[in-house]
């Protein structure tokens, strides 16, 4: 729940990098409370729902691209059916690019420089 509770306080961030786990905690959590919403209130609550996580949504994607070195604007693929969703997914599956890009520093090195830290002491 941190990572979803993470994109929430980045509600508004489209710069910068986002990590898979990040991305697809995030994902997951949407999915599984959406249906959750539909079945309980016919989709009403899932339609309010859906409204109130659009933004943190675009957001993480925005950064999930980043973190592969590419821009955001690559999301208009998902106007393309099937195909353009079929890229994205294998966009946001891909690994992080290694070590900086023109969007930040890796988040996954800033993490891993951080646990090596801890032991260190």
Known sequence: MKWYFEV????IVFDGRARRQEYWMFMLVN???SVVLAILSFG??????????FL???????????????????LLLGLIPLLGALVLLYFF?????????PYGPNPKSDILYAEYEEVDE
């Open 93 to 101: 599956a891909q690994d992080s690019t290694p070590g900086p890009n």
């Open 31 to 33: 999915f599984v409370v």
């Open 56 to 74: 943190p949504s675009l957001g993480v994607s925005f950064r999930r691209l980043h973190d592969t070195d590419r821009s955001g604007l690559w």
């Open 44 to 53: 009403t609550l899932e339609a309010l729902y859906g409204l109130a996580v």
């Open 8 to 11: 929430l306080k980045k509600y």
